[in-house]
């Protein structure tokens, strides 16, 4: 072989060797990149998820305040419906009373 011949070889392989060594080194960052962009957009569903429980959280509250106000207004129609009834029979017996 001629020195122009080994010349031709030494720059083939050179080039080769860079050539695979930037595709791997251009692969080690698209991989970080890539797991970047996961990242952020994990963080993102969590912010979401997080946000959307928050409003979960302020709806049953809500309702617990509704509920406990229902039950009190409840108890009230249910002690006015006793009086009302204690009067009925008071009634029932004076009109008993009448007719006997």
């Known amino acids: 072989m001629t020195p122009q011949e080994y ?4 720059i083939a392989v050179s080039t080769l060797l860079v050539s695979v060594a930037t ?6 960052f698209t991989a970080k990149k890539t797991e970047g962009e996961a990242a952020r957009a994990l963080r993102s569903d969590l912010g979401y998820i997080k946000s ?13 305040a509704n509920h ?3 039950m009190s207004r409840l108890a009230t ?9 204690r009067r009925l029979d008071k009634h029932d017996k004076e009109i008993g009373a009448i007719w006997e």
């Open 52 to 64: 959307s429980l928050d409003d979960i959280k302020r709806k049953q509250e809500q309702q617990e």
């Open 23 to 28: 595709f791997f080194i251009g692969c080690c």
């Open 68 to 70: 406990i106000e229902m």
């Open 7 to 10: 010349m031709t070889v030494i």
């Open 77 to 85: 129609v249910e002690a006015s419906a006793k009086q009302a009834h």
